[in-house]
């Protein structure tokens, strides 16, 4: 990977982070917690999002590669012959 490539994906981590980050302080402040209280529940709420998102990624290629697998006809051009 170009190091220009590896600084294009560290900006839209971070990028995403932060959106995620932000995303989750509005909700807890909208909820009425305030304080102290109200970091606890950011970084909670944040890095449970984070952890959802690294299972539900890698499951639903999984998931769409078994779809595939599933629908796809693999053997089109093959015609079926009975051995005697």
Known sequence: ????????LIILSLALILAIA?????????????????????FFLTFGVIVVLAQVIPAGILLTSLIRAVFTPYRESEIPIRAT
């Open 1 to 8: 990977m170009s190091k220009s490539m590896k600084k294009i």
């Open 22 to 42: 932000l995303g989750s302080l509005g909700v807890a402040y909208a909820g009425g917690i305030r304080g102290i209280g109200l970091l606890g529940v950011w």
